[in-house]
C-alpha cells in the first residue's frame, strides 16, 4: 500500500513539474509594477505582436515571448483584442492580461474641455486626447447634414460646448462625441432657471452663447461680466453696433493683436461689430459657463460705453453717454503716456 501512494504521489509530483514547465509562461507573474502609473492603449487593427512590442518598450511586461506562448496556448488571435484605454495590473500573469483586453473593459477618460477659439482648435485637442484622428473630428464638426439635425451650423456648432470634465471612452467616434456634447449641453440649459432667464431675454440659446464668448474676452473678471453683459444688451436694444474690440481681433484672424487700431477695424467680416449691427453669426470663442450666466443675468443700467481703467486690473469704467466716455478715454491714454505706452 505504502508504494503504491508513493508512485501515485511521485507521479502527481512529476505532472506538476510537467505542467509547471509547460505553462510556467502563463501562471507566473508578467505584468509589472510600472502598470500602477499608466494605461494600455489598444488601438484599432493593431496586431498581439505589435501590443507586445509597445508594452515591453514601456517596461509594463517582462517578457513578450512568454505572452505569444501564452496566446497560443488559449487560441487567442490578433481579432480578440478590443481596441481601447485599459488599465491593467501588476502581478497579472499572461492569461489575465490576454483575458482582460478581450474584454473590453475600458478605463474612461476624464476629458477636461476648457474654453478654446475656434473649431479646428477643438478638433486637434480631441485628436490628441482620443482615439480618432483629429480631422476626423473637424469633418464631424462641419457635416452641414449633421449639425443640421442637431439645429446648429458651421457658425455656430462651438455653441454645443459647455466647458467642463466630461467621461467618455477613448475609443468614442466623432459623431457619437458631439452627440454627447449635445445632450450635455441641453442639461446645461435646463438647470438653474436658464430656459426661463433665455425666455425673459428674447434671444437664442445661440445669441445668448454668442454674447457670452464676447462678454468673456472683454474681462477676466467674472464680478464684471454681467456689467458688460447688461452694456452689449443696451446696444443691441437700441440698434446700436456693439464695438466689441473682441470680434474684430477675431475677424483678422490675429490673436496677437494686443490694441485695435483703424487698420482692423476696417476689415470686411459678418464678424466685425464695428461695421455690421447686432450679433455676428456665431461665438468668437468657446463661452464659459460664467459668461453665459453673465448674459442670463445680466445686471441692469444704463451704460452704453466702457473704457479700460487707467490701472492694471483690466476691469473698465462704464459710462452713459458719449461725453463721459470720452473723459474716461482721455484719462485712460494720459495714464497710458505716463507708463511709456501709447493707443
Known sequence: MKKKTFILLAGLALLAIVLIVVFKDSIFPNVTDKAEETYVFV???ESLTQLADSLSVQGLIK???????TAGIMGFKDKHLIPGRYKIKSGWNNVQLLDYLSRGKQAPVNLVVNPMRKVENVAAYLGRKLEADSIDFSLALTDSTFLDSLGVDKENVMTLFIPNTYQVYWTINPLSFILKMKKECDEFWN?????????ELGLTKAQVYT????????????????????????????????????????ANNDFTIKRVTN???????????????????G????????????????EKHNYLYMCARPDESGRHNFAETFAAHVQNANIYRDWLTKQGLSL
Do not use: C
Open 63 to 69: 517578457n513578450s515571448e512568454s505572452l505569444f506562448k
Open 283 to 298: 461665438p468668437i470663442s468657446m463661452a464659459t459657463v460664467s459668461g453665459i450666466d453673465a448674459v442670463l443675468n445680466h
Open 43 to 45: 488601438y484599432k487593427n
Open 263 to 281: 487698420k482692423h477695424i476696417a476689415i470686411q467680416s459678418p464678424y466685425n461689430t464695428y461695421i455690421n449691427k447686432g450679433l455676428p453669426p
Open 211 to 250: 454674447l457670452a464668448s464676447i462678454v468673456d474676452k472683454e474681462t477676466q473678471s467674472d464680478a464684471e461680466k454681467p456689467t458688460i453683459a447688461g452694456l452689449y444688451l443696451n446696444r443691441l436694444a437700441r440698434g446700436m453696433p456693439l464695438q466689441a474690440d473682441p470680434t474684430v481681433v477675431f
Open 191 to 199: 438647470k438653474n432657471q436658464r430656459m426661463d432667464k433665455l425666455k
